[in-house]
T-cell receptor, first 112, second 114 residues
């Protein structure tokens, strides 16, 4: 199974509030996990990448952070949201020159 | 830096006809995968088709097929017998970025006219 769950599906938050987005995957052990963000009408920007529990790589400096407390769980967080954090957040699993990435259904975040 | 270029921001096709979306990419690798993803209005990223670079044969998935030209680094997607449900943004992607992130093209918005 390539099932990837993301929660919540939609979120509206005020500027300065905290954030926690959750991604869980099924059917595989020790997957590579990714957080991407897509602004309206734009392509995907990689935010974080993880090869295992507690191992996080950040692609872009920002006020977001990620954690991987369990093998199949990947969390995106912020202590204080900015307007520019609005977008569509996608979690993905799998990665490599000869591997396929599959995406979750995404979370639509609006910061007001 | 890895680059993926989709030169057609928008395309339209009549229902039941065929359309081809273009993609070129840059890499120094010899063995890799290439992907086309579809993003409908729901915005979920759905894998359409995958091409393995070491295979001569072009990949096919039902009405979707690719024209893979390795030497030219070209990877186009052909949609046959287009259906209204094919209307979406289509992204070409190459997994050669840092940390094997997917590098995406800017996308082609496909409209299917009834």
């Amino acid at each position: 199974s390539q099932t990837i769950h993301q929660w919540p599906a939609t979120l509206v938050q005020p500027v300065g509030s905290p954030l926690s987005l959750e991604c869980t995957v099924e059917g595989t052990s020790n997957p590579n996990l990714y957080w991407y963000r897509q602004a309206a009408g734009r392509g995907l920007q990689l935010l974080f990448y993880s090869v295992g529990i507690g191992q996080i790589s950040s692609e872009v400096p920002q006020n977001l952070s990620a954690s991987r407390p369990q093998d199949r769980q990947f969390i995106l967080s912020s202590k204080k949201l900015l307007l520019s954090d609005s977008g569509f957040y996608l979690c993905a699993r799998g990665g490599g020159l000869r591997d396929t990435q599959y995406f979750g259904p995404g979370t639509r975040l609006t910061v007001l | 830096a890895q680059t993926v270029t989709q030169s057609q921001p928008e395309m339209s096709v009549q229902e039941a006809e065929t359309v081809t979306l273009s993609c070129t990419y840059d890499t120094s690798e010899s063995d890799y995968y290439l992907f086309w993803y579809k993003q409908p209005p729901s915005r979920q990223m759905i894998l359409v088709i995958r091409q393995e670079a070491y295979k001569q044969q072009n990949a096919t998935e039902n009405r979707f097929s690719v024209n893979f030209q390795k030497a030219a680094k070209s990877f186009s997607l052909k949609i046959s017998d287009s259906q209204l449900g094919d209307a979406a943004m289509y992204f070409c992607a190459y997994p050669g970025g840092s940390n094997y992130k997917l590098t995406f093209g800017k996308g082609t918005l496909l409209t299917v006219n009834p």
